[in-house]
C-alpha cells in the first residue's frame, strides 16, 4: 500500500524531529478530516469487548476528504431498505487510491449531493447525530480492500503531538481455572498455563480528549517475548474479525476481558520468574512495570 508506506516514513521523521510537532501542514498532503475534532473513540479502543474500527470524534463543524477521491457510496440515515437503524447513520465512501477506502459516517443527512471527485480538504458533510453515536460528531476510518483489512488512521495520517506516556491501569494473570491473580498483591502463584490481560489507556497533552487505545503493549517473561498486542490494522478472514497479536487471533477473544485485553500466553515453570509489561503510543511515548514472581 504505497500511500501507508509514505506516511509511515514522514511519522517516523517526525518522531526523529526532522519535522518538529507544530509544523504547518503540507499543501496537498493527507490530513485528518477535522483536526482540531477532540476524539472520543480511537481506532483498536476496547468499546465493551468490541473493537472499534476507526476514530470517533466530537464535532460541530464541516467533515472535510482527508485525500483527494472519488465517491463510491453515499447513503443517507433514511436511505435503508429494512427499518432497522443503520449503526453508521448518514454516512459516504471516498475512493483515496491503491485500494484505501475512507469511510466517513455518524453525520448530517446530506442538503445536497457530494461531489463525485474531491480534493484533498473538500467538505463532504457535516458533523450530526445519525447512528449509534452518543453526541454530535462523526466518525472515520480506513479500510484497505486489496488486504481486506482496517487500517488505523495514525498510521496514515498526519502525527498528533502527543509527550505523555500512556498509563497501565492493571495487569492479570488468569490461569485454566478462571482463577484470577494481581502481580502487584501477589508474588507466589501456581505453575500453568495464564493468559496475560493488560488494561491500559493513551492520553493527550490535551484535556478535552478521553483516554484512548495505546499503540502496542508487549509482555516477555525472564527476557522471552509472551505475548504483544499491535493496533496498526485489524483483518477479516471467513468472515473472523482478527486482533493483530503475535499471531492473529480473534478479536472476539483479545477483547473478551473488558476493560482488559488478552495479548497473549504463557507457561510459567516452578521458580523465579520476571515479567514485564511495556505500552506504547503511536508517538513513541512509552511505559513499563516488571513483576518479580515465585512460581511453585
Not at 12 to 24: K, N, Q, S, V
Not at 109 to 128: K, M, P, Y
Amino acid at each position: 500500500m504505497k500511500v501507508f508506506f509514505k506516511k509511515a516514513i514522514i511519522c517516523c521523521l517526525w518522531l526523529a524531529g526532522i519535522f518538529p510537532a507544530g509544523e504547518e501542514r503540507i499543501a496537498g498532503a493527507m490530513d485528518w478530516p477535522d483536526p482540531e475534532a477532540p476524539v472520543l473513540y480511537d481506532f483498536g479502543y476496547n468499546s465493551g469487548r468490541t473493537p472499534t474500527l476507526g476514530y470517533s470524534f466530537v464535532s460541530e463543524g464541516p467533515v472535510r476528504s482527508v485525500d483527494s477521491g472519488e465517491l463510491i457510496f453515499a447513503r443517507d440515515e433514511n436511505d435503508r431498505a429494512s427499518k432497522l437503524p443503520s449503526p453508521m447513520g448518514a454516512w459516504l465512501a471516498m475512493d483515496h487510491g491503491d485500494g484505501l477506502i475512507g469511510i466517513y459516517g455518524r453525520m448530517k443527512n446530506r442538503e445536497q449531493e457530494t461531489s463525485v471527485l474531491a480534493d484533498q480538504g473538500s467538505i463532504l458533510g457535516f458533523s450530526g447525530r445519525s447512528g449509534w453515536t452518543p453526541g454530535n460528531g462523526f466518525y472515520f476510518s480506513f479500510y484497505d480492500r486489496k488486504e481486506h483489512r482496517w487500517v488505523n488512521p495514525a498510521m496514515i495520517l498526519p502525527p498528533v503531538p502527543d509527550t505523555r506516556a500512556p498509563l497501565i491501569v492493571s495487569v492479570t494473570l488468569l490461569n485454566q481455572e478462571d482463577r484470577r491473580f494481581n502481580p502487584v498483591q501477589q508474588r507466589t502463584i501456581p505453575q500453568g498455563l495464564y493468559s496475560i490481560l493488560v488494561e491500559s489507556n493513551d492520553t493527550r497533552t490535551t484535556a478535552r480528549d478521553t483516554p484512548l487505545s495505546p499503540h502496542r503493549i508487549i509482555c516477555s517473561v525472564n527476557g522471552v517475548e509472551a505475548g504483544s498486542l499491535h493496533f496498526e490494522t485489524l483483518s477479516a478472514r471467513n468472515g473472523v474479525l482478527l486482533a493483530a497479536r503475535n499471531r492473529a487471533a480473534p478479536a472476539e477473544q483479545v477483547y473478551a476481558p473488558y476493560p482488559s485485553l488478552e495479548i497473549g500466553e504463557v507457561w510459567l515453570n516452578r521458580g523465579l520468574v520476571t515479567m514485564e509489561v511495556i505500552v506504547q503510543d503511536i508517538a513513541g511515548n512509552s511505559r513499563n512495570v516488571t513483576y518479580r514472581l515465585t512460581v511453585e
